[in-house]
């Protein structure tokens, strides 16, 4: 379900509890049912850990067990890990066949979708040395689940289904969680506002050593680069700065920076506010609905 179709659904709700309650329970197979109207923490207790024995069918993807067992490994580390593609079999000593197909399987049934890297290849030409360290290097794709729900699933519950559940736990470690469904809505907001059809590329930005969240290639040539912070403090200059300076050790020619906050900015980065450095914070993100 679209974030828009999700408010829709719920209006209730104000833009932060839009947000955390999308993250998730975007996907949740009795969505259509569910009491929402609680605080957060009540709302996963009675949801779904009142319901676990309801929801385990829902997340069985094969009849072979043993397939199933590796199935559900991967996913796990999907949604704890760094979610690079070969990264997460490997963590749990899968082979590279094996992956393949569990992949397959995944996609096919549309519980994943892949994110290309962008990173450029370390040889420029066929022959070229490079470092030794550097010869085992993989450039790597990402995996992204296809709805909120089930990250959460294998983040929190499939993980622990052999012991207690506390939702004291699940809550110390959400706002974590969350950040990751704002960094995906923060690439919504500004290819909204950019307008998609002037973009030629978007999402995040990773290689051997830097990470950006949000990295915009429109047909102009402007490339825009941009943080995300789901935390309960505000924003300030030291995360610009950081982010220019990633921009520069990868080599991208960024003229445009954009910082997104659930908590706002300091005083000292909101007067930096101009057409080459954008701020936004959790009322903007009331124009995707």
Same mark, same amino acid.
């Given at each position: 379900?679209?974030f828009?179709?999700f408010?829709?659904?719920?209006s209730?709700?104000?833009?932060?509890?839009?947000?955390?309650f999308y993250?998730?329970?975007?996907?949740?197979p +009795? @969505?259509? +049912?569910l009491?929402l109207?609680e605080?957060?923490?009540?709302c996963?207790?009675?949801?779904?850990?009142?319901?676990?024995?309801?929801l385990?069918?829902?997340?069985?993807?094969d *009849?072979?067990?043993?397939f199933?067992?590796?199935?559900e490994?991967?996913l796990?580390r999907l949604?704890? !890990?760094?979610?690079?593609?070969? %990264?997460?079999?490997?963590?749990?000593?899968? #082979?590279q066949?094996?992956?393949?197909?569990?992949?397959?399987a995944?996609?096919?049934k549309?519980i994943?979708k892949?994110?290309? #890297?962008?990173?450029?290849? /370390?040889r420029?030409f066929?022959?070229?040395?490079i470092?030794?360290? @550097?010869?085992k290097? *993989?450039i790597?794709?990402?995996?992204?689940?296809?709805?909120?729900?089930t990250?959460f699933?294998f %983040?929190?519950?499939?993980?622990h289904?052999?012991?207690p /559940?506390?939702?004291?736990s699940i809550i110390?470690?959400i706002?974590?969680?969350?950040?990751?469904s704002?960094?995906? /809505?923060s690439?919504?907001l500004?290819?909204?506002?950019y =307008?998609k059809q002037n973009i030629?590329?978007? !999402?995040?930005?990773w290689?051997k050593?830097?990470?950006i969240? @949000?990295l915009? $290639?429109?047909?102009? !040539?402007?490339m825009i680069? !941009?943080? %995300? =912070?789901w935390?309960n403090?505000?924003?300030?200059?030291?995360?610009?700065?950081t982010?220019?300076?990633?921009? $520069?050790?990868?080599?991208?020619?960024a003229?445009?920076f954009?910082l997104? #906050?659930?908590?706002g900015?300091?005083k $000292? @980065?909101?007067s930096k506010q101009?057409?080459e450095?954008?701020?936004f914070e959790?009322k903007?993100?009331?124009?995707l609905?």
């Open positions: 379900m679209s828009k179709k408010h829709q659904q719920f209730y709700f104000d833009i932060q509890e839009t947000i955390e993250s998730i329970f975007d996907g949740h +009795f @969505l259509d +049912f009491k109207d605080d957060l923490e009540t996963i207790q009675i949801n779904i850990l009142d319901r676990i024995d309801e385990k069918p829902y997340f069985v993807y *009849e072979d067990t043993d199933e067992k590796d199935l490994s991967i796990i949604a704890i !890990g760094d979610r690079k593609s070969y %990264t997460a079999y490997k963590k749990v000593n899968i #082979s066949i094996r992956g393949r197909a569990l992949y397959k995944l996609f096919e549309n994943i892949k994110e290309r #890297s962008r990173e450029k290849p /370390l420029e066929k022959g070229q040395l470092k030794k360290s @550097l010869r290097y *993989e790597q794709d990402k995996i992204h689940f296809c709805d909120n729900f990250r699933w %983040t929190f519950i499939a993980p289904l052999e012991e /559940l506390h939702v004291k110390t470690n706002e974590q969680y969350i950040s990751l704002f960094e995906e /809505l690439n919504e500004i290819i909204y506002k =307008k030629i590329n978007f !999402g995040s930005y290689d050593s830097i990470e969240d @949000l915009i $290639e429109a047909k102009d !040539g402007t680069a !941009g943080e %995300t =912070k935390k403090h505000k924003i300030c200059k030291n995360i610009l700065k982010l220019q300076k990633k921009c $520069e050790r990868a080599q991208l020619s003229s445009k954009v997104f #906050s659930k908590s900015f300091s $000292e @980065l909101q101009t057409d450095i954008m701020l959790l903007d993100f009331e124009e609905y």
